[in-house]
């Protein structure tokens, strides 16, 4: 009997660890020198990441990199479906030792390079997740996908979105954008903060109209360029084909 309960605990606990780096973190310092130069952004949310960073002084994109994270007592683990900075690092695992510094700094080693992340927030709402495209209106129909190698995910947390587009197979990369975004009573709005394509994008808004039907987010408004979407996006989890 002892058995059957401690196994259920051991159960919740491994959930309860698992979500303790949910929600959005900032690069603040590198091998002992603070980070001023350049934003890095990390989002991390139901067992995936993504991070982002531009140039400070220009808004230029500088990188990104994401994919599976798994989180452990003292370390956690990456496997990477994109990487701009190393496309070699893509489908490669890697293990990081962590010491937390209170409950919003960490302490992240690969026994080389030692970082520090502080959260910038876990708020939550009801489009917090990790998301895939899995349909997208063309001439008025509404045409499905299947995402496998190559899929657009856009994940959200803590107040923050990234989506990325790629090719885990091929390693082929062919953009992302994020920031800050807001969700309420129907209204989604995204704030750019940096572009993979464009840069004087950033500092722009965006505002469209989103519904959570059936589990899955559909998203209506006009796209950067000013042409009218309507996208379904369906939580990465379930809709992901490996």
Known sequence: MKKLILLPLLFCFGIITAQEL???WKLI????????D???IKIIQDGYFALGSKDLSNNEFLG???GELSLGDETFTEIRDFDTYDADEIGAEH???????????VEISDGITTKIWERISEKTNDLTGNWVITGRERNGEMNTMTPGDRRTVK???????????????TKEFNGTGGGTYTAEDGKYTENIEFFSRDASRVGASLEFQYEVKDGK???KGKSS???PIYEIWSPYSEAYQK
Not at 29 to 36: C, F, I, R, S
């Open 22 to 24: 949910d929600g959005a």
């Open 64 to 66: 990104a990199a994401g």
């Open 95 to 105: 293990e990081y030792n962590i010491i937390w510094q209170g409950d919003n700094k």
């Open 38 to 40: 350049r934003e890095v």
């Open 155 to 169: 994940i959200l947390s803590g107040g923050r979105f990234q989506w990325i587009a790629f090719n885990s197979a």
């Open 29 to 36: 310092e590198k091998d002992g020198e603070t980070v001023t």
């Open 225 to 227: 360029k000013g042409d």
């Open 217 to 219: 987010w559909h998203h």
